[in-house]
């Protein structure tokens, strides 16, 4: 086994042992190439490997922290209903149930940011016009960060809908207010995809820019205009979730099989 595993291994049971605590830091560089009687570059080697596990974060001058690596993966269904809940508006499919309590880490940010790529072909605008974005880092209620929640607006919808872009969008939140508006009724397309963390994500979940993250885009069409009013983009470290959908049989592969006849025999 290469030294750097061999480093990585010991490190590894350590932390799950408790012997570094979730949100405490392990010993400097220098103190870990003393303690293994090994080079820096087989200690960087060997957290990096512990990086991509989510064990840790080395942060530059900052130091080398132990993640919180208990937290459970959420089973989320991703099938085609979209909820709605009473008091809140539409619930996709993100949370346990419906009722289930999230809660926003900091403070919610509304600011017009440059469209990314992605977002801009979707809305149908040229990248890097300044776009409105409604940022939020959420979690279901006693556990860590989540996900970071991007919402871009269309010029449209704030043009339409301009409470839409207020701190307090109102009962159903801004999506009732794009429906009101003549939006109505939006219909949703969900895109999925994995990469790696920008350093700026990393930081508001609190994960390793080593790690992967799921990305997943959800665009609001509007009737009236043909094409999205609104993107939503969820960011969520993949060791948090298992994404599971269920299977239906088309009417073709119906239960029992009929026996298939041999040709000669018809």
């Known amino acids: 086994m ?98 289930e309590p999230w809660i926003v880490h900091g403070r919610a940010v509304r600011s017009y940011e440059p469209a990314p790529e992605r977002v801009a072909s979707f809305l149908g605008v040229e990248p890097g016009i300044a776009v409105l974005r409604r940022r939020r880092v959420t979690s279901p209620a006693d556990e860590p960060q989540f996900q970071i ?10 043009r339409d809908a301009p409470r839409a872009a207020d701190a307090d969008t109102g009962p159903g939140g801004y999506i009732d207010r794009l429906e009101e508006a003549g939006h109505g009724p939006i219909e949703w397309t969900e895109h999925a995809r994995a990469r790696t963390p920008t350093d700026e994500e990393a930081a508001l979940l609190d994960i390793s820019p080593e790690s992967t ?34 299977l239906r049989r088309d009417e073709s592969a119906q239960w029992p099989v009929a026996p298939v006849v041999p040709p000669e025999q018809h």
Not at 2 to 23: C, F, S
């Open 2 to 99: 290469p030294r750097y595993e061999q480093v990585a291994d010991d490190l590894r049971a350590r932390i799950h042992a408790g012997e570094y605590e979730i949100g405490s830091k392990l010993p400097t560089y220098a103190e870990l190439t003393e303690t293994y009687g090994v080079g820096r570059g087989v200690i960087s080697s060997a957290l990096g490997v512990l990086e991509r596990e989510g064990l840790i974060r080395v942060v530059k001058k900052a130091g080398i922290r132990v993640l919180n690596w208990r937290v459970q993966r959420r089973r989320i269904g991703r099938g085609q209903a979209v909820m709605r809940d009473p008091a809140r508006g539409y619930v996709f499919p993100a949370a346990s149930h419906a009722g």
């Open 149 to 158: 929640v991007d919402t871009w607006l269309s010029p449209e919808a704030v």
């Open 213 to 246: 993250v799921l990305e997943l885009y959800l665009v609001g069409k509007s009737p009236a205009l043909g094409r999205a009013v609104d993107v939503t983009v969820r960011v969520i470290p993949a060791d948090r979730v298992e994404l599971v959908t269920e």
